[in-house]
């Protein structure tokens, strides 16, 4: 199964957006799946704030993972993520036109009244998943071969 798909899987299981992504490549980084989870659980919905799209969030957890080592304690080594960061970054917005959640969703979730009008209209499904999809392929394409 592709990573996007399995993602897409486990987006559409209930986890949340960053979790859906961190979770289909942590094994390949020895993180567990319940370390997983609980690393990437308040970055769902934009930290809750409805800042940073947490698909986006969760791949970018996963850059770190790939292209750090412990190089990255240093500014210098933090500064070797700069280029797939910028890259996954305007490629997602290319795809799904912004990279906060009230621009994935066109609303504003933080509302509970605003959210299950959202969950009733399905843009959970209809906007939330192609951008777990969209991070997940634009990661895959980043990411070093191996």
């Given at each position: ?15 949340a957006?960053?979790?859906a ?12 799946d ?9 970055f ?39 280029a ?15 990279t ?5 969703l066109g609303?504003d979730?933080?509302?509970?009244d ?13 906007r ?19």
């Amino acid at each position: 199964m592709q990573r996007a798909d399995r993602a897409v899987e486990l987006f559409r299981d209930g986890k949340a957006c960053s979790q859906a992504v961190l979770l289909a490549w942590s094994p390949d980084f020895g993180l567990d799946d319940d370390a997983a989870l609980r690393l990437a659980a308040p970055f769902g919905s934009g930290m809750r704030l409805g800042g940073t799209c947490g698909a986006l969030t969760g791949a970018l957890m996963v850059l770190g993972l790939a292209m750090c080592d412990e190089g990255c304690a240093t500014r210098e080594g933090r500064a070797l993520t700069a280029a797939p960061i910028a890259a996954l970054t305007e490629r997602f917005v290319a795809r799904v036109g912004a990279t906060d959640c009230p621009g994935v969703l066109g609303c504003d979730v933080r509302d509970p009244d605003v959210a299950a009008r959202a969950r009733a209209e399905g843009l959970y499904e209809s906007r939330c998943a192609p951008a777990v999809r969209a991070a997940s392929e634009i990661l895959q394409d980043l990411l070093p071969p191996g």
